[in-house]
Nanobody, 118 residues
Framework: QVQLVESGGGLVQPGGSLRLSCAAS????????MGWYRQAPGKQRELVAR???????NHADSVKGRFTISRNNAKNTVYLQMNSLKPEDTAVYYC????????????WGQGTQVTVSS
């Protein structure tokens, strides 16, 4: 089993920054990628960013140049540095870990609220 604990959400003014953290524990040998989805009220959950075991990353077009995903392998932790935040970034952010073995499975963190408002 995989457990994900995320932190770092909060209230920030437009143009400000936040750093989300997600620590993985448990049976993590099968994890191929980790990242974040976000969901705003009335909208579908969307992929924000992910990082693969190879080190390759994907970022949604809406956050490119502002958000950066990274990892600390020794701590089994991934980070999302969020700069130049906009009100439209307001959402609940969910950390996820994707595994391919023993079966294709996504594991989810508890979610953390990010609110960007003056």
């Amino acid at each position: 089993q995989v457990q994900l604990v995320e932190s770092g959400g909060g209230l920030v003014q437009p143009g400000g920054s936040l750093r989300l953290s997600c620590a993985a524990s448990g049976s993590i040998f099968g994890i191929n990628a980790m990242g974040w989805y976000r969901q705003a009220p009335g909208k579908q959950r969307e992929l924000v960013a992910r990082i693969f075991n190879s080190g390759s990353t994907n970022h949604a077009d809406s956050v490119k140049g502002r958000f950066t995903i990274s990892r600390n392998n020794a701590k089994n932790t991934v980070y999302l540095q969020m700069n130049s935040l906009k009100p439209e970034d307001t959402a609940v952010y969910y950390c996820y870990a994707g595994a391919l073995v023993p079966t294709m499975t996504n594991y989810w963190g508890q979610g953390t609220q990010v609110t960007v408002s003056s």
